[in-house]
Structure formats: C-alpha cells, structure tokens
C-alpha cells in the first residue's frame, strides 16, 4: 500500500500530538508543579484541544460533516473540563452546547445536505432509468457470446 504525502503529513501529527501530551504526563509526575487536578486528565485535555483542531481542519478541507462532528465532541470535551477545574461547570456546559450549534450550522453551511442531494437525485452517483438500461444493453453487448458453428448431424 502506498502512502502518500497527505497521509504521512498526518500520521507525523497525530505522533507528534501524542508524544506531546505523554511528554505533558511525564514532565508533571516528575516536577512539583499542578496544573489543573490530575496529569492524565491534562494529557487527555491536549489529545481532545489538538485531535478535536485536526478534525475541524479536516472538516473544512474535505467539506466532510463527520469531522466536523468529531471536532464538536472533542472541544466540547475540552472547554467543559476547563470550566470544571475552575467550579464553573454549568458556565462551561452552556459555553459547550452554543459551540455545538455553531458548528452543527457551519457544518450544514459548508459541507451540505447530502441526503438531499440524494433524494433530488442530484447525487453524481445517480442514474436515472436510461442511463441504467444503456449501461446494461452496453454490457450485453460485450458479453454477447458468439453463436457456435452447427454440427451436421448423421441423419442428414
């Protein structure tokens, strides 16, 4: 299989996002310094920000609803557990369910409705009645086996 550049550019990232966040998880074990409540909840807090800013770029570039869903989860994810740390849970549950509206509309906005697309049949996959009959008499004909010579038969 083959990779190309986009794919490897991709997995470079998402290495180098996840060595960020056990480096993140090492360095607060090891020095006496807090930030927030606890080093693994942090290294999940980076994986959600910078995996949740991957999806949305994503979302933009291949205009892909799916990942403009992902990314709503993850920094929806993230900015509620900013606000708990700071005993403003309800703040951030508001702050989080406006973002998700946003973009659910950005998404809508950007990426379409493809189900109606579909339905419209304005699909690019979409064949309509003759297009499928011309197709299937197309490949009739080049399956048309030739006719068989006749064999004389003995009674003759």
């Known amino acids: 299989m083959k990779v190309n550049k986009k794919q490897l550019t991709v997995a470079i990232l998402s290495i180098a996002i996840l060595l960020a966040g056990i480096v993140v998880l090492i360095l607060q074990y090891a020095l006496p310094f807090a930030f927030m409540t606890h080093p693994i909840l942090n290294m999940l807090f980076i994986y959600a920000i910078c995996f949740g800013i991957m999806a949305c770029v994503f979302g933009i570039t291949k205009k892909s609803p799916w990942y403009y869903f992902l990314s709503a989860i993850l920094l929806s994810l993230a900015i509620i557990y900013v606000f708990v ?72």
């Open 85 to 156: 740390q700071f005993k403003f849970w309800w703040i951030g549950l508001i702050i989080a369910v406006v973002f998700d509206l946003i973009v659910a509309i950005f998404s809508y906005i950007s990426a379409g409705n493809k189900t109606e697309s579909i339905a419209l049949n304005d699909s690019p996959d979409y064949k309509n009645y003759e297009q499928r009959k011309a197709e299937k008499e197309t490949k009739e004909a080049a399956e048309e086996k030739p006719e068989l010579p006749k064999i004389k038969s003995f009674k003759d």
